[in-house]
């Protein structure tokens, strides 16, 4: 039998020191611009979608 790989989403979580950032599934964390925060709060953009962009960013 083939094992399913379980993918890890991103997602947004509040900092105590930095305010909200963006989880990747790799651990790493990458702290939001101030628009970004704005977009989140008003469920403009998702984690799902803020990843893409950093993804598309770093392979530029």
Same mark, same amino acid.
Do not use: C
């Given at each position: 039998?083939?094992?399913? $790989? @379980?993918?890890? @989403?991103? $997602?947004?979580?509040? @900092?105590?020191?930095?305010?909200? &950032?963006? &989880?990747?599934?790799?651990? #790493?964390?990458?702290?939001? #611009? *101030?628009?970004?925060?704005?977009?989140? !709060?008003?469920?403009? #953009?998702? +984690?799902? !979608?803020?990843? !893409? $962009?950093? *993804?598309?960013? +770093?392979?530029?």
């Amino acid at each position: 039998m083939s094992e399913a $790989r @379980e993918y890890k @989403e991103s $997602r947004i979580e509040d @900092e105590p020191i930095l305010g909200a &950032v963006l &989880v990747l599934p790799s651990g #790493t964390i990458q702290p939001l #611009t *101030f628009w970004e925060r704005v977009l989140v !709060a008003l469920h403009l #953009t998702s +984690a799902k !979608a803020l990843e !893409a $962009r950093y *993804f598309n960013l +770093a392979n530029s």
